[in-house]
């Protein structure tokens, strides 16, 4: 029996962060993995990490929607990979191949045929399955059109608008015939939503220094009534919005991202805004990635021909390098990336 093996590179998760990610929380470690593949198995290496928020928060020793990622475990997450080896009775796979698997933060790993989708890369480019095609614009895409319910002529408003789902909610909300307002951080980001992706006003948070009397006065400026809040940020900027509701409004619960560098486990406590949906009669739903997952071809066989063709613009932030995946997430929760936060091995 033959024992062949490559040297592996893991970013190992070794110690829970108090507040945002410290250099303890990972260590890069050196591996040699058997290259042998068995019955049904595929043996991929890693071209393009997906860098997620949801990190951070399953860093967290609780429960969320599933357990904590343990520690002393290489970080999970999706992977684009090429196929380098498979066994004999693999079908409908080559080597060269590009496969999506959600194979974490290592170089190389083997694992079953099962697990990987097939992609392919005449339709889109290939890091496009870690962003606008993969989760956050599943994401995106089902909790805009299922749990926000845009009509023409509406107003939308989107927090955490250039990233990853908010640059395709603003997309989404505009194709659906709404006005879409869209909140982001930094002129540039400002410059990019209206520009690129065709928010009809972009508001620049930071210079209101996190005051949701400020925000909400801007907001004011602006519209009379918000019919769809798309919240991907939750705290101060949530807390405006709440207060410019418009009759039937619906809120989407997506995420809360300013809360993730220790806030879950230790909330800032912002004013109570419940009352709002009372007298508006709004509705307010969380929505999770995974709870759409059985509807992701449906998603790409629409959106792909919209990346391919340039009317949907997939926006990506890459960062070359391995050894960059911890900085990448630590700067992706900082804001430090526009669209989809990708690391990748040149
Ligand atoms: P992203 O928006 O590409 O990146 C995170 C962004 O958060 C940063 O670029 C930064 O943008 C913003 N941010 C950080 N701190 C902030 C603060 N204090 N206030 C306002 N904004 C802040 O990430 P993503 O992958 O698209 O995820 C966006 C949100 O959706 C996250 O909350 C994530 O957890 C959630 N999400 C949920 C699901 C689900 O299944 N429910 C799936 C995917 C993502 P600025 O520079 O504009 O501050």
């Not at 099962?114 to 614009?137: F, H, I, K, W, Y």
């Not at 023409?152 to 640059?167: K, N």
Request: some cysteine; proline content about 5%; glycine content about 10%.
């Amino acid at each position: 029996m033959s024992t062949a093996s490559r040297t592996n590179r893991q970013w190992i998760y070794r110690r829970r962060p108090v507040g945002p990610i410290e250099p303890d929380t990972y260590e890069l470690v050196t591996t040699e993995l058997a290259t042998d593949v068995g019955r049904g198995e595929v043996l991929v290496a890693a071209r393009y990490f997906s860098v997620d928020p949801y990190m951070r928060i399953q860093q967290a020793a609780r429960n969320t929607w599933e357990a904590p990622h343990p520690l002393g475990a290489v970080q999970g997450g999706a992977v684009v990979s090429r196929v380098i080896a498979k066994g004999d009775d693999v079908l409908g796979i080559a080597e060269g191949d590009w496969v999506l698997a959600y194979t974490g933060w290592q170089e190389l790993a083997r694992c079953h045929v099962s697990q990987v989708t097939r992609l392919d890369p005449d339709a889109a480019p290939v890091s496009t399955a870690l962003g606008a095609l993969g989760m956050p614009g599943r994401t995106a895409w089902f909790g805009l059109m299922e749990a926000g319910r845009p009509r023409p002529g509406e107003t939308l408003v989107v927090s955490g608008a250039a990233g990853a789902v908010g640059s395709l909610v603003v997309q989404f909300g505009k194709r659906a015939g709404c006005r879409v307002l869209a909140i982001a951080g930094g002129p540039d980001k400002c410059r990019f939503v209206q520009g690129e992706l065709g928010a009809d006003v972009a508001i620049d948070y930071r210079p209101l220094a996190g005051d949701a009397a400020r925000i909400a006065a801007e907001l004011a400026r602006h519209t009379s009534g918000i019919d769809v809040y798309f919240d991907n940020v939750g705290g101060p900027i949530t807390d405006a919005v709440m207060t410019h509701l418009a009759r039937r409004a619906r809120v989407v619960i997506c995420g809360q991202v300013s809360q993730y560098d220790g806030g879950l486990d230790a909330p800032a406590l912002g004013p109570r805004f419940l009352q709002h949906l009372l007298f508006q009669r709004a509705t307010i739903k969380g929505v999770l990635a995974r709870d759409f997952t059985h509807r992701m071809d449906e998603y790409v066989r629409l959106a792909a021909p919209w990346v391919k063709d340039g009317t949907l613009v997939a926006k990506e932030t890459v960062v070359d390098g391995f050894e960059k995946l911890p900085s990448a997430l630590a700067e992706m929760l900082k804001g430090k990336n526009v669209g989809k936060m990708i690391v990748r091995i040149p």
